[in-house]
């Protein structure tokens, strides 16, 4: 019996299932068939699924007809075509890894056997956002330059990403006074006092800043935390 391919890796963020299509063939002389067991290293309860149109692509009906744990009868030079799947739960930490072990064992004769090995690693992303200001002693009538960083110290991509910021009932915005990397965008609403810094995907790794301006308003209490 042999299982191809013998070894496989995929990169996978949490909360998303991870596909490996496999064959396993009888190299024997006779009929045989093959019970099928795996393993997960980090215990993520692995299912097996026939790959009946042989595509490498897990369908909705060949979901639907269940997991499988043997292969029929196979003639000499027979192969089956299976999809091992497996879930990376929310939250795995960025850079761990799961290896997956299928084994397909000759009912026929039990000591003959063929495994795969299939690694997943995980890559997430972590954003963190951080804000400073120029001037922790303004006086009213003055301008306070704001920054906003943010950092992926993750290894995937984030996406989607934006910051909302709501700004202190003591400030004023500045009108146009937003200073964004190329490609993102930042806006003022001034019913809900609320900035929106729209950034879309950040990189494993990757950051930017952006800037904007707000005066103290007039008869700020001396003494006042803005």
């Known amino acids: ?62 979901i639907s007809n269940g997991i499988v744990n043997s292969t029929s ?31 397909a064992t000759s009912t026929f004769n039990n000591i003959l056997n063929a495994s795969g090995t299939y690694v997943t690693t995980i890559s997430t992303a972590v954003v963190t956002l951080s804000k400073l200001q120029s001037n922790s002693n303004r006086a009213p009538g003055q301008t306070v330059t704001y920054t906003l960083t943010y950092q992926n110290t993750g290894t995937g991509n984030a996406r989607n990403v934006s910051v909302t910021d709501v700004l202190n009932a003591n400030l004023s915005f500045v009108q146009n006074s937003f200073v964004v990397p190329n490609g993102q965008s930042a806006s003022y609403d001034s019913l809900s006092r609320t900035i929106t810094w729209t950034i879309g995907s950040v990189v494993g790794s990757g950051n ?4 904007f301006d707000a005066k103290v308003i007039s008869g700020v209490l001396l003494g006042t935390n803005i």
Do not use: H
């Open 1 to 62: 019996v042999t299982l191809s391919p013998s070894t496989n890796s995929k990169i996978s963020s949490d909360s998303s299932f991870v596909y490996y299509p496999f064959i396993v063939t009888n190299t024997g002389n006779g009929i045989d068939s093959f019970s099928l067991a795996r393993t997960s290293s980090r215990n993520w309860s692995p299912q097996l699924y026939r790959d009946l149109n042989r595509n490498g692509i897990l369908e909705a009906n060949e």
């Open 73 to 103: 009868s196979l003639s000499v030079d027979s192969s089956y075509y299976f999809i091992a799947r497996i879930f990376v739960p929310y939250n795995t930490t960025s850079n761990s890894r799961d290896s997956l072990i299928v084994t």
């Open 208 to 211: 930017g800043t952006m800037t």
